[in-house]
C-alpha cells in the first residue's frame, strides 16, 4: 500500500483458475474500496455455481460485470469511460452482456439501465444471489435490475472464490452497510444500514482460509468498531433484543479476541474504524494479543470543529486527539493512517491550518487524502454550496500531502537499526530480485529473495528507508511460522 494516496479509484481485473468445466466467461473489474474487491469474490463465487469460469480477456466474456464506487465523482467518470470500452467490444461479440454491480449501481440505476441504455443488468450490494435469476431475465433479451437494501444479508453463507489470490493475504467481511451519515458520503445510501455478520461463520471462513495456507486475513467493514451480533438484523434494532440476546452479544472487541485466539498464528489486520465508535476494549485487546497487527486506519477527515460539525462527524478535535494518546500509551509502536477531505464547503483558512495542526500532533504514518467532491443525494449535496474554488481545494490538498509525506518520512526512519516480522506476499514491483511485504505496522517492506518464499514470516533488519518503504536484509526466519 502506498503511503500517500490521492486519488481513491484503483481498477483491477480479478481472475481466478477454475477447477470447474463451466462454458460461459465472466470479466470482472473492481472500483474503489476494499469492500467491493471482497464483495467481487462473492459474486465470482455465485456465478461460478451457474456455469462461469472468470477470464483476464475481454475478449472472450460472456459476462462483464463492474463493480462500482460512488464516493467520489472521478470514480464515477472513470467507470463510465469503462463502460464506453466495453460496449465497442459488444459491437463485435453482440451475445456479451454488461452489468453494473456496487453503489454506482444503486445509485444511478435508472440513468445507466433506461435513459442512457449502456448496460444489460444493475445489481446493488445487497443482490447478488439474485444474479442467476437476473443472468436468466437478460439472456432472454431483457434487460435486469436489483437495487433493493436488506436488513439482513451479510452474505455469511457464501464462501468467497480467492480471486487474484498472492495465496497469503486475504479479506473477511464482518459488517455490511453504514448508520453514521456523515453529510458528504454517500455510503449508508447505496450500501443501506448496519448489520453485522454471525461470528461462527466469520471463524468458520478464518479457519479454512488457515487450512489453505493463507498466512494473514483483514476483517473488513464500513465500519468494523460497529461490530455487534447479537442474533441477526440492524445494529439500530439493539434495543429491542431481549435480555438474553443483549447478555450474549458480540462486540468487536470480543470478535478479534475469538479471531485471534483461534489461529494464533496467522496475523490479523482490521478496517476500517471510525473514532466515535473505537472503544478502549478494542485497544486493550489489540495489545494483548501479538498477531493483532499493530496498525488503526482512524480516518478524521478534518481537523476543524466547526467543519467536523458540518460533516457531521461525531467526535471533536479534542476526542479525536484524547483517542489517540490513549492508543499510543497502550500500543506505543501502533501505527496510525488517516482519511482527509479538502476544501469542504464553507471551510476557511483557519479551519484549513486546524487541519495541518492536527496532522502535526498525530504524524501519521501514512494517509489518503482527496478534494472534496460533492455527491447528489448527500445531506452536503442538498444543503451545502460547494463554495470552495477548484484552485483553493487542490492549493490546500496539496499542503495536505506535502505535509502528510514529511511525516511518512518521519515515521518510517524510526524502524532504522530494528529487526522487525515481515510476512512475504510477493516480488518487489521493482526488483524480481527482491521480496515484498508487510510489517506489523503496515509498512512495506523490501529485501533481497536469498532462499526465502513466498508466505513465509522472515526477520529483517530496517537498513534504510523512502517516506513510503523500508529497505532491509533477512536476518533469518522468524519463531512463527
Known amino acids: 500500500m502506498k503511503k500517500v494516496i490521492d486519488e481513491s479509484v484503483q481498477g483491477s481485473v480479478l481472475a481466478i483458475e477454475s477447477t470447474l468445466s463451466n462454458t460461459r466467461k465472466l470479466y470482472i473489474e473492481s ?33 462483464v460485470l463492474v463493480n462500482t464506487c460512488s464516493i467520489r465523482e472521478k470514480a464515477e467518470t472513470t467507470v463510465r469511460k469503462r463502460l464506453e470500452k466495453f460496449n465497442a467490444v459488444k459491437k463485435t461479440r453482440p451475445h456479451m452482456k454488461v452489468g453494473v454491480l456496487g453503489c454506482m449501481a444503486e445509485r ?8 442512457e441504455q449502456i448496460v444489460d443488468m444493475v445489481v446493488g450490494p445487497d443482490a447478488y444471489k439474485d444474479l442467476p435469476n437476473l443472468i436468466q431475465e437478460i439472456d432472454e433479451g431483457r434487460s435486469a435490475v436489483n437495487v433493493l437494501l436488506s436488513k439482513e444479508e451479510t452474505y455469511g453463507d457464501v464462501a468467497p472464490v480467492r480471486l487474484n489470490s498472492n495465496g497469503v493475504t ?44 493463507f498466512k494473514e486475513i483483514t476483517l473488513l467493514g464500513q465500519n468494523v468498531d460497529s461490530y455487534l451480533w447479537y442474533g441477526g438484523g440492524l445494529k439500530k434494532d439493539f434495543t429491542k433484543a431481549s435480555e438474553m440476546q443483549r447478555a450474549s452479544a458480540t462486540n468487536f472487541a470480543k470478535l478479534l479476541q475469538m479471531v485471534a485466539e483461534a489461529q494464533p498464528n496467522m496475523r490479523i ?58 492508543i499510543k500509551k497502550i500500543i506505543p509502536d501502533c501505527a496510525i493512517s488517516q482519511d482527509m477531505i479538502s476544501g469542504f464547503p464553507t471551510e476557511t483558512e483557519e ?26 443525494g448527500t445531506s452536503a449535496a442538498r444543503k451545502l454550496e460547494d463554495d470552495i474554488p477548484a484552485a483553493t481545494k487542490k492549493r490546500r490538498l496539496q ?20 529487526i522487525e516480522e515481515v510476512l512475504i506476499e510477493g516480488s518487489s514491483k521493482k526488483s524480481d530480485a527482491h521480496w515484498m511485504g508487510r510489517n506489523s505496522q503496515n509498512t512495506v517492506v523490501v529485501f533481497p529473495k536469498e532462499h526465502y518464499a513466498v508466505g513465509e514470516f522472515v526477520n529483517v533488519e530496517i537498513k534504510d528507508c523512502t517516506s513510503a518503504t523500508l529497505l532491509g536484509k533477512a536476518v533469518g526466519y522468524t519463531k512463527q511460522q
Not at 440505476?109 to 435513459?115: F, G, T, V
Not at 454517500?186 to 444500514?193: A, D, E, L, Q
Open 399 to 418: 499542503e495536505i500531502i506535502t505535509l502528510q509525506q514529511k511525516h511518512a518520512l518521519y515515521r518510517t526512519k524510526q524502524h532504522l537499526g530494528k
Open 108 to 115: 444511478l440505476k435508472s440513468q445507466l439501465l433506461e435513459e
Open 351 to 376: 479551519d484549513h491550518q486546524d487541519t495541518l495542526s492536527l496532522m502535526e500532533y498525530v504524524k501519521y504514518d501514512f494517509g489518503f487524502m482527496f478534494a472534496y467532491s460533492e455527491r447528489p
Open 170 to 213: 486475504a479479506f473477511v467481511t464482518i459488517t455490511r452497510g453504514c448508520d453514521n451519515m456523515c453529510t458528504f458520503c454517500v455510503v449508508p445510501f447505496t450500501r443501506g444500514r448496519e448489520r453485522s455478520r454471525d461470528p461462527q461463520s466469520i471463524l468458520s471462513e478464518v479457519n479454512a482460509l488457515w487450512e489453505k495456507g
Open 269 to 326: 489486520r482490521f478496517s476500517t474504524s471510525n473514532p466515535q465508535d473505537m472503544t478502549l476494549d478494542v485497544i486493550e485487546t489489540m495489545s494483548r494479543y501479538d498477531n493483532i497487527c499493530k496498525y488503526i486506519h482512524l480516518p478524521v477527515q478534518s481537523g476543524s470543529n466547526r467543519i467536523l460539525k458540518a460533516m457531521n462527524r461525531l467526535h471533536t478535535r479534542e476526542e479525536y486527539f484524547k483517542l489517540i494518546d490513549n
Open 31 to 63: 472500483y474503489g474500496c476494499q469492500m467491493n474487491f471482497s464483495d467481487s469474490e462473492i459474486v465470482a463465487s455465485i456465478l461460478a455455481k451457474e456455469g462461469f469460469d472468470t477470464t483476464q480477456v475481454l475478449d472472450d466474456a460472456d459476462l
